[in-house]
């Protein structure tokens, strides 16, 4: 019901939170989608854990649209059915822990809080919306938040949450966790020295996944130094995890002593590496003190390392200087790295050009910045993906831009040749710097991340994290009990091919297209300088290719990635189909009167 072309600060912006129907019955079924025209991105869409979503559905509630603007700061209260919006000037200016301790004191100790901190606020294009220790962080939806002048959401729900079919339901989620036991979920990332920092961290690293420096390159020399061991074994008090999920994957913990001493909680590969490695920091608590910052500001860590890593890059190149920024800017130099953080959140000084994301403060700065623009659709990447081909082609396509979570490669990592085999019917599928029928499995994978999404389940329960984990009959056979009305696989899957045309063509409307799914200039001509994978780069001619085939199997125009009428109403989208008609022809119109126009 949106267009494309509405100002993602326009009142008319609607901002959603949508939870799927296995949260809250199903063991750490917990997850939540936000959506809305996105300020950095086109299409704007965080996924995040913890336990709002399960307390939303216990107050009978799976979606809220918010729409319009408030006159002065406020936050939305829920308890069951009694919704107020409340006056919310004495929170307006505080952090994001800061706002949720006042709001729980305020309403109830056991509501549950999504809030902004002074990023989303000051509408930094980046800025995210918190949940407790999870974080809604990428496509910049605390801005969103933040311009509707809507600081928080409180919830408290009371009711039961039951499946339709109960005894049935049991079944089938005991074959679940059984699924888990075998596959190793519960050994790895609940595992002694666990979670997504825990299991992912020189795993990366070795293969040269891990966002070092602006992406200059993928192997971190000094990654020992920031080994998850060394936390695990220093800090950590107690592991805590999603609403009733029995991997518990984070944990609180404490820096005793020191300039950076406290108590936090969470930690995620996503959140340290990108301001560590991405910004030359190989200071373990100084790293984590810029994680937190992160977190209080409620600022994207992925976006927020990205740009950081742009700045310093710039300033090595002598693009911009200390009279620019305020101050000199190095890599490692945790100092001013703070503060240029603190900068970017309050939108102070330069700090202000680098709110606006790195495509837009690339333009604003001028002067060849263009040329270290590492966005795809506007968005930052996380992580370079020169030796891992799958990978790429998997998130440079997604629909919101550089993007694990709403398609991967994992295959080409994780099985054998035997494996991807067994599983694809091709062994290349395993080899990381094949190119060969890598599309099949990026289609299978996004479709997987679409159920995953949909029933509110965490990906790393799904074949999105082992192929060895909930299959579509699996999710079938749950969404089934839970609900007491059939599903299919197969239709499962057409719901999850309905998703990602409808996004496809949302962002098509507003301009994307096949241009606009390649990686950034780097990936293709910049080879890696160190590492295991030294001297690989990207090959545009091969990817190329990779990309003919994928919109063959997906049904899309080859030259423009837009996808086929015929497609979309076999998918049953037949308002979609005639809104994006519509939307070509009068571009098309546009461009021919662009070409007759004398002036």
């Not at 209080?296 to 950081?308: E, N």
Request: aromatic share 10%; net charge negative.
């Amino acid at each position: 019901n949106l267009e494309p072309s509405v100002d993602a600060y326009s009142p008319d912006n609607l901002l959603i939170f949508g939870v799927g129907p296995l949260v809250g019955i199903f063991p750490g079924a917990a997850r939540l989608n936000v959506t809305a025209k996105s300020p950095l991105t086109v299409l704007g869409d965080s996924n995040a854990g913890g336990e709002w979503s399960p307390e939303l559905r216990k107050a009978g509630i799976d979606y809220i649209v918010i729409c319009g603007r408030s006159d002065e700061p406020v936050y939305l209260r829920i308890y069951d059915e009694d919704v107020q919006i409340k006056n919310a000037r004495h929170l307006w200016g505080l952090e994001t822990w800061e706002s949720e301790q006042i709001l729980k004191e305020d309403n109830d100790p056991k509501a549950k809080v999504a809030s902004i901190g002074p990023a989303g606020e000051n509408l930094v294009r980046f800025a995210s919306i918190k949940f407790g220790h999870r974080t809604a962080g990428r496509c910049g939806l605390g801005a969103v938040m933040g311009s509707k002048l809507l600081k928080a959401i409180v919830v408290r729900g009371t009711s039961r949450l039951q499946p339709a079919n109960p005894e049935a339901f049991i079944e089938a989620t005991k074959q679940a966790l059984q699924r888990f036991e075998s596959s190793g979920l519960k050994s790895g990332l609940g595992g002694p020295i666990g979670g997504t920092y825990g299991r992912l961290w020189f795993r990366h690293n070795n293969a040269s996944m891990m966002f070092t420096k602006h992406m200059r390159t993928g192997f971190w020399e000094e990654a020992a130094k920031l080994d998850p061991a060394i936390f695990f074994g220093r800090y950590k008090i107690k592991r805590i995890g999603c609403w009733g999920c029995p991997i518990r994957c984070t944990c609180y913990y404490e820096i005793g002593e020191g300039k950076y001493r406290g108590s936090f909680t969470k930690i995620e590969y996503g959140e340290i590496a990108p301001l560590s490695a991405g910004v030359g920091i190989s200071d373990l608590d100084a790293a984590l003190k810029l994680v937190q910052m992160a977190d209080r500001f409620g600022m994207d860590t992925k976006s927020l390392g990205c740009v950081v890593g742009f700045a310093i890059e710039l300033y090595e190149e002598g693009i911009i200087n200390e009279q620019d920024i305020g101050f000199p800017l190095h890599w490692g130099d945790e100092e001013n790295i703070s503060k240029l953080i603190e900068t970017i959140a309050f939108r102070q000084g330069f700090g202000s050009v680098l709110a606006e994301g790195e495509h837009r403060a690339a333009k604003i700065i001028g002067r060849g910045a263009e040329k270290y623009d590492l966005t795809v659709k506007y968005m930052e990447p996380h992580e370079p993906l020169r030796a891992q081909v799958g990978n790429a082609l998997a998130q440079y396509l997604s629909t919101r831009g550089p993007d694990h979570l709403r398609g991967a490669c994992h295959a080409e990592r994780d099985l054998s040749p035997s494996e991807a085999k067994k599983f694809f019917g091709h062994e290349s599928i395993a080899d990381p710097l094949s190119y060969e029928n890598k599309a099949l499995a990026v289609v299978f994978f996004e479709h997987i991340a679409a159920l995953a999404d949909m029933l509110g389940l965490c990906k790393f329960f799904t074949q999105w994290g082992s192929m060895y984990r909930l299959d579509v009959k699996m999710m079938a056979n749950l969404l089934t009990t839970a609900r007491g009305i059939e599903y299919k696989d197969a239709e499962l899957l057409m719901a999850a091919e309905r998703v990602i045309n409808t996004e496809r063509a949302f962002i098509v409307k507003a301009g994307i297209r096949r241009c606009h799914d390649y990686p950034p200039r780097r990936e293709f001509e910049e080879p890696f300088p160190n590492g295991p994978f030294k001297g690989v780069k990207l090959d545009r001619k091969k990817y190329d290719q990779m990309l003919d085939e994928y919109y063959k199997l997906r049904g899309w125009d080859p030259s423009s990635g837009v996808p086929n009428n015929s497609k979309l109403l076999e998918l049953s989208l037949d308002d979609i189909a005639a809104s994006l008609a519509s939307c070509l022809q009068v571009s098309q119109q546009g461009r021919e009167a662009e070409d007759t126009n004398p002036d």
